[in-house]
């Protein structure tokens, strides 16, 4: 990427690649991954980058680092429980380290990262209009690595990305959703094939036979509905 255009024009650029990356991506840890390798790249003299979604809580549900190094660093946060990215997350606001040797913020931290060639660090929210769902993060070897211009394109992106992913978010939850209730309807037709074989098998009425599959099922230790399935095969109860 071009780093000497204007900042509207480069983060214009930048913009449209990402939400091709995000777009194109079937999941939402594809396209957190996307995400993060795009930073890096944007960025120039990073040591590396790293995307984080959290629920409520500040708990991840999804995340991607760009090198074992940032991997390293966002995953102590996590263990520690400390760390600028769960503060850009809870504070929704940019969050950035000069010099990671002597910011006294997360002491704890800053010192399980004491050895790693990570001195300066930006991360700034993912925001929507629901509240922040994660934060992306860049790091450099350097104090003070990540200049005000590359900063500002940061927070930038921040937003657009934030609704991009929590539009990946949503429709892998609707497909989660839609695959469980296909799998539950599937299930309560197999029950319902089952119990009519058993009707006949038994000469029973409708309710003598499921609750006799029902019986079955808890004897055998086996789900209802693979128990039906089997029956439906020619298995015997």
Do not use: C, F
């Given at each position: 990427?071009?780093?000497?255009?204007?900042?509207?024009?480069?983060?214009?650029?930048?913009?449209?690649?990402?939400?091709?990356?995000l777009l194109t991506h079937e999941t939402v840890d594809e396209a957190v991954s996307a995400l993060a390798h795009a930073l890096k790249e944007a960025i120039p003299g990073t040591r590396g980058a790293g995307v984080s979604l959290m629920d409520t809580r500040g708990?991840?549900?999804?995340?991607?680092s760009t090198d074992p190094d940032v991997m390293q660093a966002d995953q102590l946060q996590y263990d520690l429980r400390q760390g600028p990215c769960l503060t850009a997350w809870a504070q929704q606001a940019t969050v950035t380290v000069g010099d990671s040797r002597t910011d006294h913020r997360w002491p704890?931290?800053?010192?399980?990262?004491?050895?790693?060639?990570?001195r300066s660090v930006v991360?700034?929210?993912?925001?929507?209009?629901?509240?922040?769902?994660?934060?992306?993060?860049?790091?450099?070897?350097?104090?003070?690595?990540?200049?005000?211009?590359?900063?500002?394109?940061?927070?930038?992106?921040?937003?657009?990305?934030?609704?991009?992913?929590?539009?990946?978010?949503?429709?892998?939850?609707?497909?989660?959703?839609?695959?469980?209730?296909?799998?539950a309807l599937g299930a309560r037709d197999a029950i319902g094939t089952a119990t009519g074989i058993i009707m006949e098998?038994?000469?029973?009425?409708?309710d003598q036979a499921l609750a006799t599959l029902i019986s079955a099922s808890r004897r055998r230790n086996e789900p209802l509905h693979q128990l039906?399935?089997?029956i439906i095969g020619g298995g015997e109860l």
């Open positions: 990427m071009q780093t000497n255009l204007p900042l509207a024009d480069e983060l214009a650029a930048l913009t449209v690649r990402i939400a091709d990356l708990r991840r549900i999804s995340t991607a704890a931290w800053s010192r399980a990262i004491a050895d790693l060639p990570l991360s700034t929210p993912l925001s929507t209009p629901d509240g922040a769902i994660g934060a992306l993060k860049v790091y450099s070897p350097i104090p003070d690595g990540i200049d005000p211009k590359a900063i500002r394109l940061i927070e930038l992106l921040a937003r657009p990305a934030a609704l991009m992913l929590a539009n990946a978010q949503a429709r892998d939850a609707a497909e989660r959703l839609s695959d469980g209730l296909i799998g098998r038994l000469h029973v009425s409708r039906a399935q089997d």
